[in-house]
C-alpha cells in the first residue's frame, strides 16, 4: 500500500507564504502530478512529503500514518532530483547500491577495508549486488555497471537516479522535475520509460513539474498549483474541457485558450466576439464575463451571412498536422489564435481579413473573479447549443 494525505499543509520561509493550505488524497498506486509555473511551491511541497522539509501548520499521513516525526529514512519514500544528485565518484553500481548499503550493513560493516570481513557482511553484500543487479537489468543499465556518472548521458544519467530510487522498492516515489535537463527528444521519450516504469512497479508516484504536456501525457490526475495553492486537481481530460477557474483554463493548453471580453445587454443576453450566446438564464446587467475559446473551437466563417468578427491575420504558423492562425480584431482589442486544419487554412497569408466563428457549446464563461460559470439546470453541452445571429 501506498496512500499519500496531505491535510491543510501550511508553510513560509520568513515571511513568504509557500503553501496555503494544500490539501491531496493520493491513492494507492496512482500517478499524480502536480503542475504548476516555476516558484509556486511544487518542491516545498514534495519535500515536505519526504520528510526533507517541516510545514508549519497541516499533516503529512502516508498509508494512514502521520509522519509527524518520522524521519525521511523511515517514511518509505523515494525521491529522484532534477540534479540527479549522483556521487561523480563512484560507480553506478556503487551510486544504485548507496541507499541499500546505508540500510542493510551495520556502520562497522560499512568500514574500508575490514568491513566486508564482519560476520554477515558477506551475505548482505551478495544480496544488495543481486538486488542492483535486476534493477539495473529493468532500467537497461547492465553495460553501465561499471561507469562513472561522468561518462554517461543525461538520459543514462537520469535513469541511474531512478534506479536508486528503485532498488529500496519504496511504496511512494517522489519525482522533482526529472526530466527538466533533458533535451526535448529524449524527454519525450523518457515519459514513456517513466510510464511503463509506473504501470511495472505499481508504486504510488508524485510527479512534479513545470511543463503541463508531461504532466498531462503520463497522470491519472493533475494537480495544478499557483501561487501555493492547490487549485483544481483532476483527470488530464477535465482539466482541459472543464476547468474551475480562469487560471487553470490559462494554464492548461497550447497554444492558450482565447480569452474574450463579453457584454451583457440590457435584457440580460451575452455578447462575445460578434455573436450572441445563447442562455436560459439571463446574467446580471454590469457583469463582467469572460468567454474563454480554445484554439481549436474557432473556425472560419463560410459565408458573409455567418455572424463572425473579422479579424486580421497577423501570423500564420504551419505545424505539419495543424496549422494555427494569429489574428487580431481590427481595433487590436481582441487577439485570437485558431487551429485549423491545413487544408482549411492552407490560401491564409498574413494580412488576409477573415471572418472568425466559434462554436458556443465549446465556450466557457467565467465571472470577474474568474471563476467558472456553471448553469446547473441545463446539460453542459446543451448549454450554449441555440445560437442566435446577433442583430
Ligand atoms: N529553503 C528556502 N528558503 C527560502 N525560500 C525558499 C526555500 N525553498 C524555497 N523557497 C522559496 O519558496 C518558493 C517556492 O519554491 P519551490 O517550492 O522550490 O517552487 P517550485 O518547485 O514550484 O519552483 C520560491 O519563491 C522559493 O524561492
Ligand atoms: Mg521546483
Redesign the pocket.
Known amino acids: 500500500m501506498g496512500t499519500v494525505t496531505l491535510r491543510a499543509l501550511h508553510k513560509s520561509?520568513g515571511s513568504?507564504p509557500?503553501l496555503s493550505g494544500v490539501s491531496l488524497d493520493i491513492a494507492d498506486g496512482e500517478f499524480v502530478s502536480i503542475v504548476?509555473p516555476?516558484?509556486?511551491?511544487?518542491?516545498?511541497m514534495l519535500r515536505i512529503i519526504a520528510g526533507l522539509e517541516v510545514q508549519d501548520e497541516g499533516a503529512v499521513e502516508i498509508d494512514g500514518r502521520s509522519m509527524a516525526y518520522v524521519r525521511p529514512k523511515a517514511r518509505d519514500v523515494a525521491m529522484v532530483f532534477q540534479s540527479y544528485a549522483l556521487y561523480p565518484h563512484m560507480s553506478v553500481e556503487r551510486n544504485i547500491s548507496v541507499p541499500l548499503l546505508m540500510r542493510r550493513l551495520t556502520t562497522a560493516q560499512r568500514l574500508p577495508l575490514i568491513g566486508r570481513f564482519l560476520p554477515g557482511a558477506r551475505a548482505v553484500s551478495a544480496a544488495i549486488a543481486q538486488d542492483v543487479r535486476s534493477v539495473a537489468g529493468a532500467l537497461e543499465l547492465t553495460p553501465l555497471l561499471g561507469r562513472k556518472p561522468g561518462q554517461l548521458s543525461g538520459g543514462q544519467r537520469q535513469r541511474v537516479a531512478v534506479a536508486r530510487a528503485m532498488v529500496r522498492r519504496p511504496k511512494v516515489f517522489l519525482m522533482d522535475e526529472p526530466l527538466s535537463n533533458l533535451d526535448a527528444k529524449l524527454r519525450v521519450q523518457m515519459r514513456t520509460e517513466i510510464k511503463e516504469l509506473h504501470a511495472k512497479l505499481r508504486a504510488t508516484f508524485v510527479y512534479v513539474t513545470h511543463d503541463q504536456s508531461e504532466a498531462m501525457t503520463m497522470s491519472d490526475r493533475v494537480g495544478v498549483m499557483i501561487d501555493g495553492e492547490l487549485i483544481q486537481i483532476a483527470a488530464p481530460h477535465v482539466l482541459y474541457d472543464d476547468p474551475e477557474d480562469i487560471r487553470i483554463a490559462t494554464f492548461i493548453g497550447s497554444p492558450r485558450i482565447n480569452l474574450i471580453a463579453a457584454h451583457v445587454a440590457d435584457d440580460g443576453s451575452l455578447h462575445a466576439a460578434g455573436r450572441l450566446l445563447a442562455l436560459d438564464h439571463r446574467l446580471a446587467k454590469a457583469a463582467r464575463i469572460t468567454v474563454g475559446v480554445r484554439p481549436e473551437a474557432i473556425g472560419l466563417a463560410q459565408d458573409d451571412t455567418e455572424t463572425a468578427m473579422r479579424a486580421r491575420i497577423r501570423l500564420v504558423e504551419h505545424l505539419g498536422s495543424d496549422l494555427l492562425v494569429h489574428a487580431e480584431s481590427a481595433d487590436g482589442a481582441e487577439k485570437l489564435i485558431a487551429r485549423l486544419e491545413p487544408r482549411t487554412g492552407r490560401h491564409l497569408r498574413a494580412g488576409d481579413v477573415v471572418g472568425l466563428t466559434f462554436d458556443p457549446a465549446a465556450a466557457l464563461l467565467f465571472d470577474q473573479d474568474g471563476r467558472r460559470l456553471r448553469f446547473p439546470r441545463e446539460r453542459p453541452h446543451a448549454l450554449l447549443s441555440r445560437v442566435l445571429a446577433e442583430t
Not at 516555476?38 to 516545498?44: E, H, P, V
Open positions: 520561509f513568504v509557500v504548476g516555476s516558484g509556486c511551491g511544487k518542491s516545498t
